[in-house]
């Protein structure tokens, strides 16, 4: 595990956001928009080392579906807690560069060392989010965040109370 974020070629959040863009037109249900977007990323990335996506259900974050090497043990999180909670409860993307200086982040992973949160919005306000950790530090930059708020749009239009 490198410390440093590897390099990207920009080509490859063009192409990401193009697939994306035509699988979710195939999409038949919203789990298999969310598990199709999950599994796009994190093959597609090697800086994102957990993508999931929750859904808002009353006062939580429910994990809908995920890619990785293991599930979170976290499958809820309550709205306002956590980095994920606070991306809910405010509507705004939260880009953390080094999980450990925020006292409010949740480890899912111990080898997690940054992470990217992107709500999804619907009409009444936030529908759910995806969730990216990074084993590397400071891992995401603009290119990530509007890809992943690009992809957050497309998938606010396939969900339910979008």
Avoid: N
Avoid at 24 to 37: G, K, P, R
């Amino acid at each position: 595990m490198s410390a440093d974020r590897p390099s990207i070629d920009p080509d490859t959040y063009a192409e990401a956001r193009v697939a994306i863009r035509s699988r979710l037109q195939a999409s038949v249900t919203e789990i298999d928009a969310h598990e199709m977007v999950c599994e796009e990323l994190y093959q597609r990335f090697e800086h994102y080392s957990w993508v999931g996506i929750y859904v808002v259900e009353g006062d939580e974050l429910v994990l809908s579906a995920w890619a990785g090497e293991q599930e979170t043990e976290h499958t809820t999180i309550k709205v306002g807690e956590g980095i994920c909670g606070l991306a809910a409860a405010t509507g705004r993307t939260e880009l953390v560069p080094d999980v450990s200086e925020r006292e409010e982040f949740i480890a899912c992973f111990p080898t997690t060392r940054s992470e990217i949160v992107v709500p999804i919005l619907g009409a009444g306000g936030v529908v759910g989010e995806i969730d990216i950790d990074s084993d590397w530090l400071d891992a995401f930059d603009d290119q990530d965040r509007d890809l992943l708020e690009d992809v957050a749009g497309r998938l606010s239009r396939v969900m339910r109370g979008a």
